[in-house]
C-alpha cells in the first residue's frame, strides 16, 4: 500500500513569506506526527494528533507554526511570517494508533529560506 | 530535553565486520525502537523491543535492552555498504524523543 506522502518535496521561499506543508498519512493510521530536523541533528518533535484528541502542541517553537488535520487522514503544517532559522527538514510520520506503534515516515519536504 | 542519546555519534567500519550502537535514556519506557535514515530520506523502522524483553533479532540485527542500565544496543552482523546510514533510538512518550543518532559508514 502507499506510505506517507509529502508535498512539497522542496520548497524555497524569502524570508517574511507563510509557508504550508502538506502530510498524506497511511489510510487508517489514527497518530499523526510533525517533526524539524535541521542538517545533520536528529528530529525535534513538533506536534502529534491521535484521532479525535487535542493535538500535542508542545513542540511547536513559537506561535508562527501551527498545524491542522482533518479527521483521520491529511495534516498540513504551516509556518508564517518565515526566518532563516526556520530552513531544514520538515519530516511528517504515522503510526497505527498510539505513540507505541511503529511510526512510519514520509520522505520530508526541504525547506530553505532565502 | 532529548530522552535517547545514542553513541558512538560516527563510526565506520570495513563491509562484512559487526557494528555496535548503543542509546541510553532517561525515564522508564514501554518500548523502546530503532531507526534507520538513509541520506535524503524519512526513518525506516527497524525493531521494537517492549521493556519486559532482553534482546530481539530480526535478520543481521540483534537489539538489546537493560532497563537497569536505561541502555539499549543495536549490533548489525556481517555489515554491508547498503547499511550506510544514520541510526536512531527512539523512547516513545507523547512526545516521542528520538536520540540525535549514529551515523555509520559501511567502507566496501
Known amino acids: 500500500g502507499a506510505g506517507v506522502s509529502q508535498s512539497p518535496s522542496n520548497k524555497v521561499t524569502e524570508k517574511g513569506k507563510d509557508v504550508e506543508l502538506r502530510c498524506d498519512p497511511i489510510?487508517?493510521?489514527?497518530?499523526l506526527y510533525w517533526y524539524r530536523q535541521r542538517l545533520g541533528q536528529g528530529l525535534e518533535f513538533l506536534i502529534y494528533?491521535?484521532?479525535?484528541?487535542?493535538?500535542?502542541k508542545s513542540g511547536l517553537p513559537s506561535d508562527r507554526f501551527s498545524a491542522e488535520r482533518t479527521g483521520e487522514s491529511v495534516s498540513t503544517l504551516t509556518i508564517q511570517r518565515t526566518q532563516q532559522e526556520d530552513s531544514a527538514v520538515y519530516l511528517c510520520?504515522?503510526?497505527?494508533?498510539?505513540?507505541?506503534?511503529?511510526?512510519?515516515f514520509g520522505d520530508g519536504t526541504r525547506l530553505s529560506i532565502l | 530535553s532529548q530522552q535517547g542519546e545514542e553513541d558512538p555519534q560516527a563510526l565506520s567500519i570495513q563491509e562484512g565486520e559487526n557494528a555496535t550502537m548503543n542509546c541510553s535514556y532517561k525515564t522508564s519506557i514501554n518500548n523502546l525502537q530503532w531507526y534507520r535514515q538513509n541520506s535524503g530520506r524519512g526513518l525506516v523502522h527497524l525493531i521494537l523491543?517492549?521493556?519486559?524483553?532482553r534482546e530481539k533479532h530480526s535478520g543481521r540485527l540483534r537489539v538489546t535492552l537493560d532497563t537497569s542500565k536505561k541502555s539499549s544496543s543495536l549490533l548489525i552482523t556481517a555489515s554491508r555498504a547498503a547499511d550506510t546510514a544514520s541510526y536512531f533510538c527512539a523512547t516513545p512518550s507523547s512526545q516521542f524523543y528520538f536520540g540525535t543518532g549514529t551515523s555509520l559508514t559501511v567502507i566496501p
Open positions: 523491543i517492549r521493556s519486559n524483553e
Open positions: 494528533f491521535q484521532g479525535n484528541s487535542a493535538p500535542d
Open positions: 510520520a504515522s503510526s497505527l494508533d498510539s505513540f507505541n506503534q511503529p511510526q512510519h
Open positions: 489510510s487508517g493510521h489514527t497518530a
